[in-house]
């Protein structure tokens, strides 16, 4: 049985996305779908769906962050699951999927019955644990990206940038400018990551901004359509800019 798993942190948010992410790879699929944050264990659709779960079922994730954004719960589980026989896929981190993991750890190097097997045995502990490795930092990296994201989108400064007003003076401080919201809505339109059809190197041309710049700019975007949603990230952009924003 395939199951896909969607999860927003507040009810505002748009789970649409993931869901339409998940169909479009996996048609069937039975949705589990919840607005909750918190760890895993308090989740209730995440709750019924584990011990719905068999040996052989496939659980699809649109990211790695919606099965958890805590590193150390989010590997213990994957370990579990991994062990009960439960096929694991992220859309956005296929290289942790756990077909990946499981041809990792199958593809060891034969013994040759000699001497020269106790230096393959360690070669092949190393790559299991390197594979185990790419695992963890996935998990830590959406961590890291969640952390970042709440220091960066506080509300006072959220409603501050929203009407077009500068935060603070402090070192590092920017002025957001007209130029930096119209960028981030062609991006958001155009990119092929946002669902455009343009790469990234043709659309920095297209912009005529630094590639810096643009990667700034669309690191920011991912991290808020995340948690917030791809409507929402529009609108306020657009808020903004009605603002008259000086750039």
């Given at each position: 049985m395939i199951y896909g798993y969607c999860r927003i942190s507040r009810p505002q948010q748009n789970i649409e996305r993931q869901q339409r992410n998940i169909f479009k790879e996996y048609p069937t699929a039975k949705l589990y779908c919840e607005a909750w944050t918190g760890t895993t264990k308090d989740r209730p659709e995440w709750c019924k769906l584990i011990k719905t779960l068999q040996k052989g079922d496939t659980v699809v994730f649109d990211s790695v962050s919606r099965m958890s954004r805590n590193a150390a719960e989010g590997v213990k589980q994957y370990d579990e699951l991994f062990d009960k026989g439960v096929e694991l896929v992220f859309l956005k981190e296929p290289h942790i999927n756990t077909v990946t993991y499981k041809q990792a750890l199958n593809d060891s190097v034969p013994m040759t019955g000699t001497a020269v097997d106790v230096i393959l045995l360690a070669v092949n502990e190393y790559l299991r644990n390197l594979a185990h490795t790419q695992i963890q930092l996935a998990f830590e990296q959406s961590e890291k990206e969640v952390k970042d994201l709440q220091q960066r989108t506080s509300e006072g400064i959220k409603t501050a940038k929203i009407n077009g007003k500068r935060v603070g003076n402090s070192k590092g401080d920017t002025l957001i400018t007209r130029k930096s919201l119209e960028s981030k809505l062609e991006i958001i339109e155009k990119a092929k990551a946002f669902g455009g059809v343009y790469p990234?190197?043709?659309?920095?041309?297209?912009?005529?901004?630094?590639?810096?710049?643009?990667?700034?700019?669309?690191?920011?975007?991912?991290?808020?359509?995340?948690?917030?949603?791809?409507?929402?990230?529009i609108t306020e952009i657009t808020k903004m800019l009605k603002a008259k924003v000086k750039g």
């Open positions: 990234d190197k043709d659309l920095i041309k297209v912009l005529g901004i630094r590639p810096n710049t643009y990667y700034k700019y669309k690191r920011e975007l991912k991290a808020d359509i995340e948690e917030y949603g791809t409507n929402h990230v």
